[in-house]
Nanobody, 129 residues
Framework: QVQLVESGGGLVQPGGSLTLSCVAS????????IGWFRQAPGKEREGISS????????YYRESVKGRFTISKDNVKNMVYLHMNRLKPEDTAVYSC??????????????????????WGQGTLVNVSA
């Protein structure tokens, strides 16, 4: 069964840090581009960051550039999102997604509507004092 499962969400104070994990099962992450998305209450889902399966090229939206870092471990079949200097406006459900088509994930993360093959269920991040 092809599946993505996120973990690592929780309550964190403003200015704090958190690392989210996304583990793949049923397929090899090294063959896929991976992206992180988030959806805040009452808002549309937005892309945050992506990493390509081939050369590991990383892409970040301006809202998180310099604060968030995406990485992956092909041996563990996992992708991570390291989040620093968190703000209350970062509160959202964070999801990872994967697609085999080169560039498709970055395109969707950047804001162009599109379909991605595999989605996780999400993990809640709550940034609050």
């Amino acid at each position: 069964q092809v599946q993505l499962v996120e973990s690592g969400g929780g309550l964190v104070q403003p200015g704090g840090s958190l690392t989210l994990s996304c583990v793949a099962s049923g397929f090899n992450l090294a063959d896929y581009d991976i992206g992180w998305f988030r959806q805040a209450p009452g808002k549309e889902r937005e892309g945050i960051s992506s990493i390509s399966g081939g050369d590991g090229h990383k892409y970040y939206r301006e809202s998180v550039k310099g604060r968030f870092t995406i990485s992956k471990d092909n041996v563990k079949n996992m992708v991570y999102l390291h989040m620093n200097r968190l703000k209350p406006e970062d509160t959202a459900v964070y999801s990872c997604a994967a697609d085999r088509r080169m560039g498709q994930v970055q395109t969707v993360v950047a804001g162009t509507p599109g379909h991605l093959e595999v989605w996780g269920q999400g993990t809640l991040v709550n940034v609050s004092a």
